[in-house]
């Protein structure tokens, strides 16, 4: 089974602070995503990337950067925390021989104080 | 850009009876339709996938029934228990995306009353 695993469940910052968001896949995929998914609106694409040290933007970059200096790892990086920053993030990846299906992880739920 | 979007943002049935959870999307150019599942603290569970070529696929209880005329996306659910409660996603992807990315619904609440 795919396993995709993201650094922490729950994590609070303060307004300014450089955050870290870790995502880990095991199965060698090509292609990781970095979403947010607030009420009402669903899961909004931020970033993603299709191979190591390639990146592009999804619908939502602003505020955000991304990493991904390994196949299987795929960071989210928020330079300065804003409040409205406060979210659920949820990381995916997807590749290989299978279908166009994407497994998530978890997700890590970020407050911004 | 393109727009997926559910019927009603909320479903609630009995145990037992059959749900069905509805999909408009606006692209007439989607490939490939996937319906995700999601329990409360989790992340998003893959469930059934359609391709454009299909009508109607079936897996273990769910169909996903797919009407290109009206852009309309179904999920049946047969005989739902209370471990069907969560929040159901449709998604699509378009035609030649080489990232494999998808464009997620707003999402449905089912409840299963006992």
């Known amino acids: 089974d795919v396993k995709v695993t993201q650094s922490s469940r729950y994590l609070v910052k303060r307004t300014g602070e450089k955050v870290f968001l870790e995502c880990v896949q095991d199965?060698?995929?090509?292609?990781m995503f970095w979403y947010r998914q607030d009420p009402g609106l669903g899961l909004r694409l931020i970033y993603f990337?299709?191979?190591?040290?390639?990146?592009e933007k999804g619908d939502i970059p602003e505020g955000y950067s991304v990493s991904r200096e390994k196949k299987e790892r795929f960071s989210l990086i928020l330079e300065s925390a804003s409040t409205n920053q406060t979210s659920m993030y949820l990381c995916?990846?997807?590749?290989?021989?299978?279908?166009?299906?994407?497994?998530f992880g978890p997700g890590t739920r970020l407050t911004v104080t | 850009g393109e727009s997926v979007g559910l019927h009603l943002p909320t479903l609630s049935v009995q145990e037992g009876d059959n749900s069905i959870i509805n999909c408009a999307y606006s692209?007439?150019?989607?490939?490939?339709f996937i319906w995700y599942k999601q329990e409360s603290g989790k992340g998003p569970q893959f469930i059934i996938d359609?391709?454009?070529?299909?009508d109607k696929r079936q897996g273990q209880r769910v169909t996903v029934l797919l009407n290109k005329t009206v852009k309309h996306l179904s999920l049946q659910i047969a005989a739902t228990q209370p471990g069907d409660s969560a929040v159901y996603f449709c998604?699509?992807?378009?035609?030649?995306?080489?990232?494999?990315?998808?464009?997620f619904g707003s999402g449905t609440q089912l409840t299963v009353l006992p």
């Open positions: 199965m060698d995929h090509e292609n």
């Open positions: 990337s299709y191979d190591v040290k390639m990146k």
């Open positions: 359609i391709r454009s070529n299909m």
């Open positions: 995916a990846s997807a590749g290989g021989t299978g279908g166009w299906e994407q497994y």
């Open positions: 692209n007439s150019a989607s490939d490939y």
């Open positions: 998604a699509e992807t378009p035609f030649g995306s080489s990232a494999r990315q998808l464009t």
